[in-house]
């Protein structure tokens, strides 16, 4: 893990499973350069955009988790990038669950302080019938609730289960508490992405600037 200029970091995590090249940049803009691997870094677009405020380029192997994680960075206004080669060979646990691990981790140290922070943020967000809240608190304490009632055994090419084990791993990487439930919603690819998107939306009002420089939210006068 390396901390860089800015609210950003960049990571490489290699374990039998897995192997994870991770830039993460929580204000949008330029990326930090990540240091070469043997990681496979061609772009694949089907989860690729790039603007003037925002660099996202992800391929973790699996087209649905690819989508949920272009959502998350888009909605939240990071820049991201991630390669994850895993053992697909024996199913998507290790992959999709190791990238949220990454993905918290660099979360936590682009953060760095939640002094100067909203460090609350909450969100309600629609994707045609469904329906989805999420609730986070970047209080160093990492807990989870994750509720999305999804049906179906997969979507595409990712087990539906991991969708919340996801969402766990990443509260337990960052050091962030998190609900996040859908309300409704009969389709299940409408309901997992309302919620990734009403995560994102409410990461964004907690890692909101409030002006108040030095000032850490909480009575205990430290959380990170």
């Given at each position: 893990?390396?901390?860089?200029?800015?609210?950003?970091?960049?990571?490489n995590r290699d374990t039998n499973e897995t192997k994870?090249?991770?830039?993460?940049?929580?204000?949008?803009?330029?990326?930090?350069?990540?240091?070469?691997?043997?990681?496979?870094?061609?772009?694949?677009?089907?989860?690729?955009?790039?603007?003037?405020?925002?660099?996202?380029?992800?391929?973790?192997?699996?087209?649905?988790?690819?989508?949920?994680?272009?959502?998350?960075?888009?909605?939240?206004?990071?820049?991201?990038?991630?390669?994850?080669?895993?053992?697909?060979?024996?199913?998507?646990?290790?992959?999709?669950?190791?990238?949220?691990?990454?993905?918290?981790?660099?979360?936590?140290?682009?953060?760095?302080?939640?002094?100067?922070?909203?460090?609350?943020?909450?969100?309600?967000?629609?994707?045609?019938?469904?329906?989805?809240?999420?609730?986070?608190?970047?209080?160093?304490?990492?807990?989870?609730?994750?509720?999305?009632?999804?049906?179906?055994?997969?979507?595409?090419?990712?087990?539906?289960?991991?969708?919340?084990?996801?969402?766990?791993?990443?509260?337990?990487?960052?050091?962030?508490?998190?609900?996040?439930?859908?309300?409704?919603?009969?389709?299940?690819?409408?309901?997992?992405?309302?919620?990734?998107?009403?995560?994102?939306?409410?990461?964004?009002?907690?890692?909101?600037?409030?002006?108040?420089?030095?000032?850490?939210?909480?009575?205990?006068?430290?959380?990170?």
């Amino acid at each position: 893990m390396a901390s860089t200029e800015g609210r950003s970091a960049t990571l490489n995590r290699d374990t039998n499973e897995t192997k994870i090249k991770l830039s993460l940049n929580l204000d949008g803009g330029a990326l930090p350069a990540i240091e070469e691997t043997g990681v496979n870094c061609e772009q694949k677009s089907h989860a690729a955009q790039s603007s003037k405020s925002q660099e996202i380029d992800i391929d973790t192997g699996i087209g649905f988790l690819d989508h949920m994680l272009h959502a998350l960075a888009k909605h939240a206004g990071w820049s991201l990038y991630i390669r994850t080669r895993g053992d697909l060979h024996i199913d998507d646990h290790h992959s999709a669950e190791d990238t949220f691990i990454a993905l918290g981790s660099a979360f936590k140290s682009a953060l760095r302080t939640t002094s100067g922070l909203a460090r609350f943020g909450s969100a309600y967000a629609p994707l045609d019938e469904a329906l989805s809240r999420a609730v986070i608190d970047l209080s160093n304490r990492p807990f989870s609730v994750i509720n999305l009632e999804l049906k179906r055994e997969k979507i595409g090419d990712l087990s539906t289960e991991m969708l919340p084990h996801c969402l766990q791993s990443f509260a337990q990487g960052a050091g962030v508490t998190l609900h996040v439930d859908c309300i409704r919603g009969e389709n299940d690819h409408h309901r997992a992405e309302s919620a990734f998107k009403a995560l994102a939306c409410a990461i964004r009002m907690a890692c909101a600037k409030t002006g108040r420089e030095g000032e850490v939210p909480s009575t205990k006068g430290v959380l990170f």
